[in-house]
């Protein structure tokens, strides 16, 4: 038997961190080697969950020689992870939305030297999701899109970076790109044909939704994923941190992972 990859989780105290660690906490692939948060956090030096094994809440990245990296935390410490990460060959997956140009393109680069996966949305069925938007986009070229984006009351990113990917998807599906007909905030005067527009709505404890509008004259198609349970995204990137190890270095997406343990069919 393999031994266990050695793994840090980045952003370990905020809402997915607790997520992945529930799961790791069973998961006999994984040995959690660091639990890594932001300075300050009033959880630093205690164990991650109840066990003399689990790693304690730290603020900075460990000594020990790591397999993986799993982040789910900020802009911030996604530079950070970036920074880890690069010169010493750790493979990177990460979840972190919110990131500007310049930080996407530090993904870019870092992934000439390191296996790396960075997607917006762990779940499977945000994946089909997406594939099913392409195809209705491609189809119905003339029809407006609007995304429709829900989540909790914390998130401080909008659009979400799923809704982000639904559009790039659907606008690249029509040859376009996000940047030449995407339309964020508040918007007046009549719809530019050929836009797509993304609407935001934060409440309570809403876990993530998404619905694509396609709407034509006399009809509407809606495409949509729910999610009720953060777990979807954790199990998602955990799956994707076992690939990632036995990869080259290079950028990757999820649906690489999906391709070689579900076979979805094209
Ligand atoms: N791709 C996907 O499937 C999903 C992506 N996300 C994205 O993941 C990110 C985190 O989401 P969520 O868990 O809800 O957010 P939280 O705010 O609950 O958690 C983020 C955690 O990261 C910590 N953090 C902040 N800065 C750093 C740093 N420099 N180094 C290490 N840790 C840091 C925060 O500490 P502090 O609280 O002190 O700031 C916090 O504990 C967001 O960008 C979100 O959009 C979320 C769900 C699914
Ligand atoms: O912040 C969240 O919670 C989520 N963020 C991701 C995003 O911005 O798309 C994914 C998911 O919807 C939950």
């Known amino acids: 038997m393999n031994p266990p990859?050695?793994?840090?989780?980045?952003?370990?105290?905020?809402?997915?961190?607790?997520?992945?660690?529930?799961?790791?906490?069973?998961?006999?692939?994984?040995?959690?080697?660091?639990?890594?948060?932001?300075?300050?956090?009033?959880?630093?030096?205690?164990?991650?969950?109840?066990?003399?094994?689990?790693?304690?809440?730290?603020?900075?990245?460990?000594?020990?020689?790591?397999?993986?990296?799993?982040?789910?935390?900020?802009?911030?410490?996604?530079?950070?992870?970036?920074?880890?990460?690069?010169?010493?060959?750790?493979?990177?997956?990460?979840?972190?939305?919110?990131?500007?140009?310049?930080?996407?393109?530090?993904?870019?680069?870092?992934s000439k030297r390191i296996a790396l996966m960075h997607a917006?949305?762990?779940?499977?069925?945000?994946?089909?999701?997406?594939?099913?938007?392409?195809?209705?986009?491609?189809?119905?070229?003339?029809?407006?899109?609007?995304?429709?984006?829900?989540?909790?009351?914390?998130?401080?990113?909008?659009?979400?970076g799923t809704a982000l990917s639904l559009g790039e998807a659907a606008a690249a599906a029509r040859g376009s790109t996000l940047a030449r007909d995407g339309v964020t905030g508040i918007r007046e005067g009549a719809r530019h044909a050929g836009s797509i527009g993304f609407a935001v709505v934060r409440g309570g404890d809403i876990v993530g939704e998404h619905i694509a509008m396609l709407i034509g004259a006399g009809e509407r198609v809606e495409l949509g994923h729910r999610a009720t349970d953060r777990s979807i995204f954790a199990r998602g990137a955990i799956e994707a941190a076992c690939w990632l190890c036995r990869q080259a270095a290079g950028a990757y997406n999820l649906e690489a992972v999906l391709a070689s343990r579900l076979t979805l069919r094209s």
């Not at 692939?29 to 300075?39: G, S, W």
């Open 120 to 160: 917006s949305n762990f779940s499977l069925g945000v994946a089909v999701l997406t594939r099913l938007l392409r195809e209705a986009a491609a189809v119905l070229p003339d029809w407006d899109l609007e995304i429709v984006e829900a989540h909790h009351n914390r998130k401080t990113d909008a659009p979400s």
């Open 5 to 110: 990859l050695r793994l840090a989780i980045n952003g370990a105290t905020g809402r997915m961190g607790q997520a992945l660690l529930d799961l790791l906490q069973h998961d006999s692939r994984f040995e959690v080697v660091a639990a890594l948060t932001a300075p300050g956090v009033p959880q630093l030096g205690e164990r991650a969950w109840q066990s003399p094994a689990a790693p304690c809440f730290q603020a900075g990245w460990p000594q020990d020689a790591l397999d993986v990296v799993i982040d789910f935390s900020g802009p911030d410490g996604l530079a950070s992870a970036l920074d880890h990460c690069t010169p010493r060959g750790v493979a990177l997956v990460s979840g972190t939305t919110g990131i500007d140009a310049a930080l996407k393109a530090r993904v870019a680069e870092a």
